[in-house]
């Protein structure tokens, strides 16, 4: 009888995701002998058979995959038979350097681990920490890889001899289901007040927790990546406690219902949110609120969308369940990150009784520790494509990788100020962390440490390059300077929009030239002025750029107190108009900044802390201050957000956008300005004027992108920047660039917001090494 062997060498996601048990269930059908181990290099394979048994394995390889693998690479040698072998085996996992491997996301609970729950008979009712190799926590429970249960928060617990039996059974679904428990042998929940004290344990604490929260209270929830603060999200009053507590008086706070039945009453739900909301990532989906709206208006009071994520472990399962019998409407919480505004999400038990316990009136706990805190992913789809819009990429999504043009260096980006991440490269394939947040305090550039030793550690590399924002006062300007001197590595400084336009180009690997239109809030130029409304000229093989033109600069005077207070953006931009006193239309701000409105002229014509800008989200705040929506702002993007809200969509009409001659060019958009000015003295309908604002904001920049795109025989335009997750603009601009011929490139990996800058940067800086070799 003729045999053949063939090594396998596989890389991917193929770790912790039933792959061993997968090759060994297939090696079983096809009747082949041999062997199948985790490696640092991937998971290798040899099997030896007839011709006719080997095919047969091979082809059921690629074909009938767990549900969780992803394979990157699949490496194939023939290999000399050998003798007396007549079976096949799993073999311990080998360590070593230069992993070739990707940890899963942490994934939602499957239906069958669900089925084990909600059946009374088996041991794990009820039981919150159930799992199985095609579910639950991965990536937050990782120290290092191979990813098995000694490098895990699970090493502590050990198992009993019913999960072993489970965990060491190839035809097991819990087969090295490295988070493998059961009541007897894994983690427990206990429930506590504010200061510690113990109220009930285990099974009791989950329903005490749910009578609680259905009397009002606000809780603090250990859950998979950190703590959520959660209350009843049909209740005024605890909506209103929870914000007053949080300091947090407008941002909109997701909602998490048990499942599509509810989430259906709440919000008008499409095919694609729903895939979304039910699939393994399990994000929070912004939707459209249903009318009437039956939980809290303070649960988004600035939007006309909710955002929605039903259960994703199976604690969040049985405390939906239980607090369907605490509520008289819909079974709907609150699950809002657990922290104070600004500071990173909550990790441990002691850290959350300490910064929570002023917040919360109970406190859920457990012991299976969480080694790297990961906030909930938020994502809108658009309309238009079906395509996800991130405004949050976290649980769920990370650590899989974006996979770039081509292989090259290891290059560590590190990202912005303002929702921060970095991303480290590895061949071809770029890592963009977590969302970090806002480096603008010591907790945070902490938790930034800690992602970036975590990251380097996993993925068994070490950056050659660090590249980072061309701003001289950023924290992440400042720690890349140290870790470069750490490392002994070059840091180089690439400008914030020319990085945003790298990122999109990265992701949808693109790398001819290409026009690129970054519309955000604010990025330090290469003038030395604030940018933020810009349509680039990029050139990623050669790393060449040329800002070809920009919005109409005004000041902002008062500096960072403009950005917080919409309403002196409107008065410098009416300044620049000319118009120095009201009209016909009376400013919506007098009453309640008069004295300061007054004193503005002198700050502008002195240009006194009033510095220029470019940017495009300073142009929504100006049209929100102007209109009177919004004087005064508590979040980032709360003008624009009430801009986009009051839209009449029956209006066609659209102000006058265009170009201005100059170097670089100029888009007018103080026109923009001028006509909403008027139709306001002329007593036209806010709804109305925010229509025309948006669509002529458009069509300005479609018509900017077509003449440049003419001049310079240049047909794909990369879409970048914050003011993209405004649904009118991502769903319009690239309607009216493919109207007008061109090929718009948008994000759908990571947020167009400053989330994806690291990327840009990392993408920038591995080209530049591979041009210098």
Same mark, same amino acid.
């Given at each position: 009888?003729?045999?053949?062997?063939?090594?396998?060498?596989?890389?991917?996601?193929?770790?912790?995701?039933?792959?061993?048990?997968?090759?060994?269930?297939?090696?079983?059908?096809?009747?082949?002998?041999?062997?199948?181990?985790?490696?640092?290099?991937?998971?290798?394979?040899?099997?030896?058979?007839?011709?006719?048994?080997?095919?047969?394995?091979?082809?059921?390889?690629?074909?009938?995959?767990?549900?969780?693998?992803? &394979?990157?690479?699949?490496?194939?040698?023939?290999?000399?038979?050998?003798?007396?072998?007549?079976?096949? &085996?799993?073999?311990?996992?080998?360590?070593?350097?230069?992993?070739?491997?990707?940890?899963?996301?942490?994934?939602?609970?499957?239906?069958?681990?669900?089925?084990?729950?909600?059946?009374?008979?088996?041991?794990?009712?009820?039981?919150?920490?159930?799992?199985?190799?095609?579910?639950?926590?991965?990536?937050?429970?990782?120290?290092?890889?191979?990813?098995?249960?000694?490098?895990?928060?699970?090493?502590?617990?050990?198992?009993?001899?019913?999960?072993?039996?489970?965990?060491?059974?190839?035809?097991?679904?819990?087969?090295?289901? +490295?988070?493998?428990?059961?009541?007897?042998?894994?983690?427990?929940?206990?429930?506590?007040?504010?200061?510690?004290?113990? &109220?009930?344990?285990?099974?009791?604490?989950?329903?005490?927790?749910?009578?609680?929260?259905?009397?009002? /209270?606000?809780?603090?929830?250990?859950?998979?990546?950190?703590?959520?603060? $959660?209350?009843?999200?049909? !209740?005024?009053?605890?909506?209103?406690?929870?914000?007053?507590?949080?300091?947090?008086?407008?941002?909109?706070?997701?909602?998490?219902?048990?499942?599509?039945?509810?989430?259906?009453?709440?919000?008008?739900?499409?095919?694609?949110?729903?895939?979304?909301?039910?699939?393994?990532?399990?994000?929070?989906?912004?939707?459209?609120?249903?009318?009437?709206?039956?939980?809290?208006?303070?649960?988004?009071?600035?939007?006309?969308?909710?955002?929605?994520?039903?259960?994703?472990?199976?604690?969040?399962?049985?405390?939906?369940?239980?607090? /369907?019998?605490?509520?008289?409407?819909?079974?709907?919480?609150?699950?809002?990150?657990?922290?104070?505004?600004?500071?990173?999400?909550?990790?441990?038990?002691?850290?959350?009784?300490?910064?929570?316990?002023?917040?919360?009136?109970?406190?859920?706990?457990?012991?299976?520790?969480?080694?790297?805190?990961?906030?909930? !992913?938020?994502?809108?789809?658009?309309? !238009?494509?079906?395509?996800?819009?991130?405004?949050?990429?976290?649980?769920?999504?990370?650590?899989?990788?974006?996979?770039?043009?081509?292989?090259?260096?290891?290059?560590?980006?590190?990202?912005?100020?303002?929702?921060?991440?970095?991303?480290?490269?590895?061949?071809?394939?770029?890592?963009?962390?977590?969302?970090?947040?806002?480096?603008?305090?010591?907790?945070?550039?902490?938790?930034?440490?800690?992602?970036?030793?975590?990251?380097?550690?996993?993925?068994?590399?070490?950056?050659?390059?660090?590249?980072?924002?061309?701003?001289?006062?950023?924290?992440?300007?400042?720690?890349?300077?140290?870790?470069?001197?750490?490392?002994?590595?070059?840091?180089?400084?690439?400008?914030?929009?020319?990085?945003?336009?790298?990122?999109?180009?990265?992701?949808?690997?693109?790398?001819?030239?290409?026009?690129?239109?970054?519309?955000?809030?604010?990025?330090?130029?290469?003038?030395?002025?604030?940018?933020?409304?810009?349509?680039?000229?990029?050139?990623?093989?050669?790393?060449?750029?040329?800002?070809?033109?920009?919005?109409?600069?005004?000041?902002?005077?008062?500096?960072?107190?403009?950005?917080?207070?919409?309403?002196?953006?409107?008065?410098?931009?009416?300044?620049?108009?000319?118009?120095?006193?009201?009209?016909?239309?009376?400013?919506?701000?007098?009453?309640?900044?008069?004295?300061?409105?007054?004193?503005?002229?002198?700050?502008?014509? /002195?240009?006194?802390?009033?510095?220029?800008?470019?940017?495009?989200?300073?142009?929504?705040?100006?049209?929100?201050?102007?209109?009177?929506?919004?004087?005064?702002?508590?979040?980032?993007?709360?003008?624009? &957000?009430?801009?986009? /809200?009051?839209?009449?969509?029956?209006?066609?009409?659209?102000?006058?956008?265009?170009?201005?001659?100059?170097?670089?060019?100029?888009?007018?958009?103080?026109?923009? $300005?001028?006509?909403?000015?008027?139709?306001?003295?002329?007593?036209?309908?806010?709804?109305?004027?925010?229509?025309?604002?948006?669509?002529?904001?458009?069509?300005?920049?479609?018509?900017?992108?077509?003449?440049?795109?003419?001049?310079?025989?240049?047909?794909?335009?990369?879409? !970048?920047?914050?003011?993209? +997750?405004?649904?009118?603009?991502?769903?319009?601009?690239?309607?009216?660039?493919?109207?007008?011929?061109?090929?718009?490139?948008?994000?759908?990996?990571?947020?167009?917001?400053?989330?994806?800058?690291?990327?840009?940067?990392?993408?920038?800086?591995?080209?530049?090494?591979?041009?210098?070799?």
């Amino acid at each position: 009888m003729t045999l053949v062997r063939q090594r396998f060498t596989i890389t991917g996601q193929v770790q912790g995701v039933g792959f061993r048990p997968f090759v060994y269930r297939i090696a079983m059908d096809s009747g082949v002998t041999g062997s199948v181990n985790n490696s640092s290099d991937g998971v290798l394979i040899e099997i030896q058979g007839t011709p006719d048994q080997a095919g047969r394995f091979t082809g059921d390889l690629s074909t009938k995959l767990p549900p969780l693998a992803r &394979i990157v690479t699949l490496d194939s040698e023939a290999m000399p038979p050998v003798e007396d072998e007549n079976e096949f &085996i799993i073999l311990k996992s080998t360590g070593g350097q230069g992993h070739s491997v990707l940890i899963s996301p942490d994934v939602a609970t499957c239906p069958d681990c669900l089925a084990d729950m909600d059946d009374p008979d088996n041991r794990r009712y009820r039981y919150p920490f159930t799992n199985c190799t095609n579910c639950g926590p991965r990536y937050t429970i990782t120290r290092s890889i191979p990813y098995d249960r000694p490098q895990t928060s699970m090493a502590k617990f050990t198992l009993c001899d019913e999960c072993r039996r489970e965990y060491e059974d190839p035809l097991d679904r819990r087969f090295h289901a +490295q988070p493998n428990a059961c009541p007897r042998c894994g983690p427990r929940t206990w429930l506590t007040d504010n200061t510690g004290a113990v &109220i009930a344990q285990g099974d009791e604490s989950l329903r005490r927790l749910a009578a609680e929260l259905g009397e009002g /209270k606000i809780a603090a929830v250990k859950g998979l990546g950190g703590f959520h603060l $959660v209350c009843d999200a049909a !209740s005024d009053k605890a909506v209103a406690l929870l914000r007053e507590r949080k300091f947090r008086p407008d941002k909109p706070l997701a909602v998490m219902v048990p499942d599509m039945e509810s989430a259906r009453l709440l919000a008008d739900i499409g095919p694609e949110e729903e895939a979304w909301l039910t699939g393994i990532h399990r994000p929070i989906v912004l939707a459209a609120k249903r009318k009437p709206f039956t939980l809290s208006a303070l649960v988004a009071p600035d939007t006309n969308f909710v955002g929605l994520m039903l259960p994703y472990t199976p604690l969040h399962h049985i405390l939906l369940n239980d607090f /369907k019998h605490c509520c008289d409407l819909v079974s709907a919480l609150v699950m809002t990150s657990g922290n104070m505004s600004s500071e990173p999400i909550c990790l441990d038990n002691d850290e959350a009784l300490e910064r929570l316990g002023n917040i919360a009136d109970v406190m859920l706990f457990h012991n299976r520790d969480i080694l790297i805190r990961t906030d909930d !992913s938020v994502l809108r789809t658009s309309p !238009s494509t079906g395509d996800p819009i991130f405004m949050r990429r976290a649980r769920g999504f990370v650590p899989s990788p974006v996979f770039l043009p081509q292989a090259g260096p290891t290059v560590l980006g590190t990202g912005p100020e303002l929702k921060c991440t970095m991303t480290l490269t590895k061949g071809d394939q770029a890592f963009a962390s977590q969302h970090i947040g806002n480096m603008s305090n010591l907790e945070t550039l902490e938790f930034y440490r800690e992602i970036l030793a975590h990251l380097q550690d996993i993925l068994q590399v070490r950056p050659e390059l660090i590249v980072r924002d061309l701003h001289p006062d950023y924290m992440t300007t400042t720690l890349a300077e140290e870790v470069g001197r750490e490392l002994d590595v070059p840091v180089v400084a690439v400008q914030h929009h020319v990085a945003h336009i790298h990122a999109v180009l990265a992701e949808n690997k693109h790398t001819a030239p290409a026009l690129g239109l970054a519309l955000d809030g604010t990025g330090y130029g290469e003038d030395g002025t604030i940018w933020g409304g810009e349509c680039l000229m990029v050139v990623p093989e050669e790393l060449e750029h040329q800002r070809l033109a920009h919005f109409s600069r005004i000041r902002l005077p008062g500096g960072e107190a403009a950005v917080k207070e919409p309403w002196r953006i409107a008065q410098a931009a009416l300044w620049e108009l000319g118009v120095r006193e009201p009209g016909r239309y009376a400013w919506p701000w007098l009453a309640d900044f008069g004295a300061e409105s007054r004193f503005l002229p002198q700050i502008l014509e /002195k240009g006194i802390n009033a510095p220029l800008t470019s940017s495009c989200g300073r142009l929504f705040d100006a049209m929100a201050g102007l209109c009177g929506l919004a004087e005064t702002i508590s979040y980032e993007g709360q003008a624009a &957000i009430r801009l986009e /809200k009051v839209q009449d969509m029956t209006e066609t009409g659209a102000y006058p956008c265009p170009l201005a001659s100059g170097d670089p060019v100029a888009l007018n958009t103080l026109e923009l $300005v001028a006509a909403a000015l008027e139709d306001l003295e002329n007593n036209v309908p806010v709804p109305i004027i925010a229509r025309r604002f948006h669509r002529g904001l458009i069509n300005g920049l479609a018509d900017m992108a077509f003449n440049f795109s003419m001049l310079l025989d240049v047909h794909h335009v990369g879409l !970048s920047g914050g003011v993209m +997750q405004n649904l009118t603009l991502a769903t319009e601009l690239p309607r009216a660039l493919r109207a007008a011929g061109l090929i718009p490139l948008v994000h759908t990996q990571l947020p167009p917001n400053d989330g994806c800058i690291s990327l840009g940067q990392a993408a920038w800086g591995q080209r530049k090494l591979l041009l210098e070799k």
